[in-house]
């Protein structure tokens, strides 16, 4: 097992070679350039690493790898078109450089596309990974409609939120680990538990990106800092704050969250204040910890050597102290 250096070199060489149709353009072009933006790739480069932690070549996951990543760029589109967002990674999202149309039929071709990198394996290892990726799949739907019911209602609970994170993005993680697992053969128990471990870290680290976006650097975090704020976004941070908050401190926050200012600076400062007065920021950096630990709880569970529970374990405590 190597450095996560090591399997994101392979993983950037392999996307840079990758073979797609030329026409019609207008459907591969998209697909092409959504991948050519490249990202952090974290998804895809968990499938390799989970390979060789149960002792198999990560290079016979490649395949299943490239799944996950065009399952999640697919998603990507889509959830720019719903959200009508003008850019993803500094760029232009697909609906804005082509159309809408442009932007769902290359979205629904990319889905496609990942079930077909699955018809590389064995009829068995095949099976396991196509009955994986549509229960996964289903799931990040599920958590998307939740994150849409999510912008009209006031009464949003803590447990309700962490369910919504799970879905929309922690089960993917998970099976990005398991179906590397998968590849590599291993017990159905190391599986299991290889995926409890990728969905708490996938937790720990969509809290992170909530945290982050209110007290990121704007230097290094990639993106607005203050963007969920501006968006009225019910975070983890605001769910926090509204439970701990007194009734002064709860009325402005409900105000703040009910305006669009056109210079949106105090408005920015302002809940950054109440999320630090009422120990919601704090409580948000413990949750963090706590899913983050729980992650690393997993690792006894897995029957693997000492040197590879001590690399997953590095990159589980760095990931908690990213700040992009």
Sequence with gaps: MQ????????VKAHFKSLALKNEPK????????????GG??????????????????????????????????????????????????????????????????????????AYQYFEEYEPQIFRELAKLFSKTALEVCEGQQYDIDFET???????????MIEFKTAVLVGAAMKMGAIVAETSQKNADSI?????????AFQLQDDYLDAFGNPETFGKQVGGDIIENKKTYLYLKAMEFAS???????????????????DKINSVKEIFNQTGASAATQKAIEQYTFKALATLEKMNIGTDKKAILKTFAENLMKRNV
């Design 40 to 113: 952090k790739r974290l998804r895809p480069v968990l499938t390799l690493m989970a390979t060789e932690v149960f002792d198999a070549d990560c290079k016979k996951a490649l395949s299943a790898a490239t799944a996950v990543e065009f399952f999640h760029n697919f998603s990507l589109i889509h959830d720019d078109i719903m959200d009508d967002a003008p850019l993803r990674r500094g760029n232009e999202t697909v609906h804005e450089k082509w159309d809408i149309n442009t932007g769902i039929l290359s979205g629904d071709a990319m889905l496609i596309l």
């Design 195 to 203: 995926y409890d471990f990728g969905l708490n870290l996938g937790i």
């Design 3 to 10: 450095a996560i250096s090591h399997y994101q070199e392979i």
């Design 153 to 163: 209602r006031e009464n949003v609970t803590i447990p309700e939120y962490l369910k």
């Design 247 to 265: 009734a002064s401190e709860k009325e402005q926050l409900l105000h703040l969250f009910s305006i669009q200012p056109n210079d949106n600076t």
């Design 26 to 37: 207008n459907l591969y072009e998209p697909i092409r350039y959504i991948l050519s933006l």
